[in-house]
């Protein structure tokens, strides 16, 4: 070979690494730039593809909530349901929990809503939209919190687009996580064990949740709107003032002589639990843990050298490397085989439940029929 071309090979030998290097260096450079860019994100955005500008991976992990696609009919699945819910909403239409993405759309398809005509009717409060969009928020800070909730669901619904987003969680200027809906912090605050000024970013991981993921109940608050008139609003209330746990939720119900509704068959007085995830972790082994929502739903991951929170929200057996065993020292599969003999167990053991108490109504309703007294 002559000296020439192995000079020319040794030459591109060393020029190509370099040159991949510099690229490299290059495009971390950019992608720093990228991250350290001052957001311009105006006050109540609640379109999440503004955010998504600045935070385009946290935007783009999001939207994989979309794959979470299946409609689960759980009336079908659990046919108790039907006559354990009678007279009551529920009883016509539920289905299992979709992705975030469809927040908004199943809350305005379900058949909950009766079908309303215009803004004054239908059988759902105003109220019914406020876990479903960072449009609330907004909505609130515009016409204010007892007007906001006064009123029909149909009133609304020009103004609620936006399905539940970044804006529900995150300052605009600072990406802190905040607490956007005021009747969280009135919860904490009358439960006492942790004020809302106190929150650590360890418990906010946990409260942005909490904002929706909580039982919760329509207080009924007489007020005066601008023009005179005496109006009254159905607020959102969290049943926390003597704690998380289940007694102590129905105690508050108890105390105040609230029903959700009386049972069409048996003509029980009753309540209906919403969606109580955050007093359920609070009670359990992960809250009284200090884990964080966030660490198991949301979990960190990595590209290249960014770490980032995923925001594809779900299920942590879906990511156990980065979830369940970044604290349970177990091989995955055994772990994955456990919980699912647990997950196996509690279904069993909710369809005995449902099953008897399913019965209990009919029976009752028998007996008025019999003549009971």
């Known amino acids: 070979m002559k000296k020439s071309a192995v000079i020319t090979a040794v030459s591109v030998v060393a020029i190509v690494p370099m040159a991949l290097l510099a690229i490299s260096i290059n495009e971390n450079k950019a992608e720093q730039q990228n991250i350290n860019a001052v957001p311009q994100i105006k006050k109540f955005e609640s379109r999440s593809s503004e955010w998504g500008k600045y935070y385009q991976r946290q935007y783009d992990s999001y939207k994989q909530t979309k794959k979470s696609d299946k409609i689960t009919d759980m009336l079908q699945d659990n046919p108790a349901l039907v006559v354990m819910w009678a007279g009551y909403g529920f009883s016509k239409d539920y289905n299992a929990p979709r992705g975030h993405f469809y927040m908004l759309e199943d809350n305005v398809n379900t058949l909950r809503t009766g079908g309303p005509v215009d803004a004054i009717t239908g059988p759902m409060p105003t109220a019914c939209w406020t876990c479903k969009s960072p449009d609330v928020p907004r909505l609130i800070d515009k016409i204010g919190e007892l007007d906001y909730f006064t009123g029909k669901w149909a009133r609304h619904g020009s103004e609620i687009a936006n399905p539940v987003g970044c804006a529900d969680c995150h300052d605009n200027e600072t990406m802190k996580l905040t607490i956007t809906r005021d009747f969280l912090k009135r919860g904490l605050d009358a439960e006492g064990s942790l004020k809302a000024a106190d929150a650590t970013h360890q418990d906010m991981r946990s409260l942005v ?34 704690g998380f746990s289940v007694e102590a939720m129905e105690k508050y119900y108890d105390d105040i002589s609230f029903v959700d509704w009386t049972h069409k068959v048996s003509k029980t007085p009753m309540l209906k639990a919403q969606h109580p995830g955050y007093e359920i972790y609070k009670t359990g082994a992960h809250g009284l843990n200090n884990v964080a929502c966030a660490d198991c739903h949301m979990p960190y991951i990595r590209e290249g050298g960014v770490k980032y929170s995923s925001h594809n929200v779900g299920s942590p057996l879906e990511h156990m490397a980065n979830t369940c065993l970044n604290c349970h020292n177990e091989e995955e ?41």
């Open 333 to 373: 599969k055994a772990f994955k085989d456990r919980v699912a003999r647990k997950l196996e167990r509690k279904t069993e053991l909710t369809k005995t439940a449902m099953d008897v108490i399913a019965r209990a109504h009919l029976e009752a309703g028998k007996a008025w029929e019999l003549g009971a007294t």
């Open 209 to 242: 949740c909490a904002q929706c993921h909580s039982e919760y109940y329509f207080k009924k608050t007489e007020w005066t709107d601008k023009n005179g008139e005496k109006k009254t609003a159905g607020v959102v209330t969290f049943p926390w003032d003597n």
